[in-house]
């Protein structure tokens, strides 16, 4: 059984930095592409960065130039440094491992207040 647990997220004021990781148990391969999303109150989950197994990294417009996503192919984590963070970005942050099959972890808040 796979479980992602997440890890990293809190309050900030704007302008401010998080760093986020996820990191997999089970029986999950390195070859999965890996990548954040996040939901806002009344808002539909959107995207936020991907990294495939390459190394090919893919950013939603609104966090280019400010969030980074890394990943630990050996310790089956993704990582999602956010920098000059803004309000707009307060929402739930969820890791997606996806591959054959796609797993999510259980998210975590990252509040930004101004």
């Known amino acids: 059984q796979v479980q992602l647990v997440e890890s990293g997220g809190g309050l900030v004021q704007a302008g401010g930095s998080l760093g986020l990781s996820c990191a997999a148990s089970?029986?999950?391969?390195?070859?999965?592409?890996m990548g954040w999303y996040r939901q806002a109150p009344g808002k539909q989950r959107e995207l936020v960065a991907t990294?495939?197994?390459?190394?090919?990294?893919n950013y939603a417009d609104s966090v280019k130039g400010r969030f980074t996503i890394s990943r630990d192919n050996a310790k089956k984590t993704v990582f999602l440094q956010m920098n000059s963070l803004k309000p707009e970005d307060t929402a739930v942050y969820y890791c997606?491992?996806?591959?054959?099959?796609?797993?999510w972890g259980q998210g975590t808040q990252v509040t930004v207040s101004s």
């Open positions: 997606i491992f996806r591959g054959t099959s796609a797993y």
């Open positions: 089970g029986s999950i391969f390195s070859m999965y592409t």
């Open positions: 990294i495939t197994s390459g190394g090919n990294t």
